[in-house]
């Protein structure tokens, strides 16, 4: 069974609960593809460079983008 999180999801502005992506390449996907997604996927970005796991990382780049 995937691993799942619960996490603010910028493109959709409310929580959801997904599987957890298994590269960055998907997560960066999910943060991806609609107006102002920039600054959340360098976020992710960021804290993936220091080390966070995907899991971390998408949960960061949603605590980012809530209002």
């Known amino acids: ?26 997560a960066l996907r999910v943060l991806d593809g609609y107006p102002g997604c920039e600054p959340y996927a360098a976020v992710y970005r960021e804290w993936r460079g220091l ?7 998408l949960a960061r780049a949603g605590e980012a983008a809530r209002p």
């Not at 069974?1 to 298994?22: F, G, H, S, T």
């Not at 080390?51 to 990382?57: C, L, R």
Request: hydrophobic share 35%; net charge negative.
């Open 51 to 57: 080390g966070a796991s995907i899991h971390a990382a």
């Open 1 to 26: 069974m995937p691993r799942q999180i619960r996490w603010y999801n910028p493109k959709l502005k409310d929580y959801e609960w997904r599987a957890v992506p298994e590269s960055d390449e998907e």
